[in-house]
């Protein structure tokens, strides 16, 4: 069974306007207003005089709202997710994207890694993936691969493998979670080599059932949006990419978001 994407804070109100829908009904329907335990009009209801005795019983409990806990997102990427280029990791996209929509963020992302490419540590995807406790978070996502382009050149089958095999990890990993796949940009102009990549990444997402996200079609990390490096990007591209993550993820809702309310007060106003 699939778990939200997001936060369920309208299901709180929700119930708590209906508790408060019956509680007026009940007492409209017996003929009168109740106030501190008393019965004011109606028909066999209290009077004024009887308000001393009825004062001195203790009022009953009022039912507390039922709180949901905010699901915890697990991001496994290269340097863009770490946020590389941003100013603070408060404006890194996996931030951003996580403070939109409700989630808990656990990020785990390591600079210059792939789905096969490690650093001095190995903490490519799936490493990345297995140093989480098993089925201890509810939304993972992952994110990139374009520090794979140089082995894809050269052995492209070992990349396609291992893209499918990190989704298939995934789901072994955190049976039940949510996948979100955010596939691999480039601030160059869009070759052959980048599609096959993000061809393969679309392909192991329909697998396992998750929610792509291309950051290709548009061409998200361009012009002013790349950082001085010329690599990574700056504040405004990593709010760009969370525009596209939470537009990817609430779908036709995330168009109809007005100024000052969320998402878009968090992800343009930066």
Same mark, same amino acid.
């Given at each position: 069974?699939?778990?939200?994407?997001?936060?369920?804070?309208?299901?709180?109100?929700?119930?708590?306007?209906?508790?408060?829908?019956?509680?007026?009904?009940? =007492?409209?329907?017996?003929?009168?207003?109740?106030?501190?335990?008393?019965?004011?009009?109606?028909?066999?209801?209290?009077?004024?005089?009887?308000?001393?005795?009825?004062?001195?019983?203790?009022?009953?409990?009022?039912?507390?709202?039922?709180?949901?806990?905010?699901?915890?997102? #697990?991001?496994?990427?290269?340097?863009?997710?770490?946020?590389?280029?941003?100013?603070? +990791?408060?404006?890194?996209?996996?931030?951003?994207?996580?403070?939109?929509?409700?989630?808990?963020?656990?990020?785990?992302?390591?600079?210059?890694?792939?789905?096969?490419?490690?650093?001095?540590?190995?903490?490519?995807?799936?490493?990345?993936?297995?140093?989480?406790?098993?089925?201890?978070?509810?939304?993972?996502?992952?994110?990139?691969?374009?520090?794979?382009?140089?082995?894809?050149?050269?052995?492209?089958?070992?990349?396609?493998?291992?893209?499918?095999?990190?989704?298939?990890?995934?789901?072994?990993?955190?049976?039940?979670?949510?996948?979100?796949?955010?596939? +691999?940009?480039?601030?160059?102009?869009?070759? #052959?080599?980048?599609?096959?990549?993000?061809?393969?990444?679309?392909?192991?997402?329909?697998?396992?059932?998750?929610?792509?996200?291309?950051?290709?079609? +548009?061409?998200? =990390?361009?012009?002013?949006?790349?950082?001085?490096?010329?690599?990574?990007?700056?504040?405004?591209?990593?709010?760009?990419?969370?525009?596209?993550?939470?537009?990817?993820?609430?779908?036709?809702?995330?168009?109809?978001?007005?100024?000052?309310?969320?998402?878009?007060?968090?992800?343009?106003?930066?």
């Amino acid at each position: 069974m699939k778990r939200r994407l997001v936060s369920g804070g309208i299901a709180v109100s929700v119930v708590a306007a209906f508790a408060v829908a019956v509680l007026v009904g009940m =007492v409209l329907g017996a003929g009168g207003i109740t106030v501190g335990g008393i019965t004011v009009g109606g028909t066999g209801g209290a009077s004024a005089r009887d308000a001393p005795s009825v004062l001195a019983e203790s009022p009953s409990p009022s039912p507390s709202p039922v709180v949901e806990e905010e699901p915890v997102a #697990l991001f496994v990427g290269d340097s863009y997710t770490v946020g590389q280029g941003a100013t603070s +990791p408060e404006l890194r996209w996996s931030t951003l994207v996580s403070e939109a929509l409700g989630w808990r963020e656990l990020n785990v992302a390591v600079r210059g890694t792939g789905f096969v490419k490690g650093n001095a540590k190995r903490d490519n995807y799936p490493a990345q993936l297995r140093s989480v406790p098993p089925g201890s978070v509810d939304i993972v996502v992952i994110a990139g691969g374009q520090n794979d382009f140089r082995t894809l050149r050269s052995k492209p089958g070992a990349v396609f493998d291992a893209v499918e095999d990190t989704y298939a990890l995934a789901v072994r990993q955190f049976p039940g979670a949510e996948i979100v796949s955010v596939g +691999p940009s480039t601030p160059r102009a869009v070759g #052959l080599e980048v599609r096959a990549l993000d061809s393969a990444v679309r392909a192991a997402a329909v697998e396992t059932e998750a929610t792509y996200v291309s950051l290709l079609d +548009p061409n998200i =990390v361009q012009g002013g949006l790349v950082h001085e490096d010329g690599v990574h990007t700056t504040d405004a591209g990593n709010a760009a990419i969370a525009r596209q993550v939470v537009r990817a993820l609430q779908g036709p809702a995330a168009e109809q978001q007005e100024d000052g309310a969320r998402p878009a007060d968090i992800l343009t106003s930066r």
